[in-house]
């Protein structure tokens, strides 16, 4: 691993776009190095880090190993590798990238439509035919620990190198345990997901390797990028209005109950919600504060730095 922090981004597909898109809003522009077609990269804004152009897979397993620092990756392929179990850590959730990690019955099983139901199939299943009923996964690990902790344990695992979707018509196995989006595609092949068959919730997260090689600068660096990405999701939910300096005194009267609320105080003015911002210059308004201006932010930062707080809490740098 060269320089003090290396970062692997996805190489193709829509979660390379989302992961540009969210790059470039946060201020960190990513530029190939060596032609469009290298696997690495720069971000202007973080001269530091080296970036990594790599598959999904590819970067939850480079985490759990060590030879990244930081990744852009789904959660549910770090809970499949059980990274998360002392190897790697989510320091923030990015918001794009969603799917839910779901088990799904043919649609013409009108009796099923739960867990309880399918431990009842599954031992008929068993008694009928003298074999375990079958459930096609990309994820054995996280589907075995959720059939476990709703008692089904007849059945077994049938590893789906294809289309999983198309296990149950194709008659390889009769339920499956995959990732969805909007559900379309499980109802094109006659499946729907079990009222309370939700394994997990998942989206693109910033996650840290716990095997890495930390140094100082490397960790000073993950503290900036991750403040500035803080900083502008934070400002994005926020609105600055200002007055002038000597209607300061009257203007925070006139807004105690948003102050009170949480809203903060800036020299000249006040961040509030985006949606208080109406409220709040009429409060003015009727004080007789004015002129008041209203801003959007594109930053807001804080001193605090929570998410590397606790990285640095577990890694030792060298």
Sequence with gaps: MSGPLTIAVPSK???????????????????????????????????EAEVQLLSSSDIAAALESG?????????????????LDGRAMLLLALGFGRA???????????????MADVDEVAMAYLHRTGRRMRVA????????????????????IVDSSGATEGAPAAGTAELIVDITTTGATLKANGLRPLADGLILQSQAQLAASLNAPWTAGGLAAVRRFVRAIEARARAQG???????????????AALKGFIDRGAARRAGGLLVG?????AAAEALAQAGVGP?????????FEAECAAVDRLKAVVKPS
Excluded: M
């Design 274 to 278: 985006s949606g208080d911002v109406f």
């Design 67 to 83: 030879d990244l620092h930081l990744g852009v990756v789904g959660e549910d392929l770090l809970r499949e590798q059980n990274a």
């Design 238 to 252: 926020l609105a600055a209005l200002a007055w002038p300096t000597e209607q300061t005194k009257a203007a925070e």
């Design 100 to 114: 839910d990690l779901v088990v799904a019955a043919p649609e013409s099983w009108i009796d099923v439509a739960t």
């Design 292 to 300: 008041v201006s209203a801003t959007r932010p594109d930053y807001v």
């Design 13 to 47: 597909g829509r979660l390379k776009d989302q992961t540009e898109a969210w790059l470039l809003d946060c201020g960190f522009k990513l530029k190939a190095a060596g032609g469009g077609r290298g696997y690495r990269a720069v971000l202007d804004g973080l001269p």
């Design 137 to 156: 996964t990309k994820y054995p690990v996280q589907t075995r620990a959720f059939f476990a902790s709703r008692g089904v344990a007849d059945y077994r």
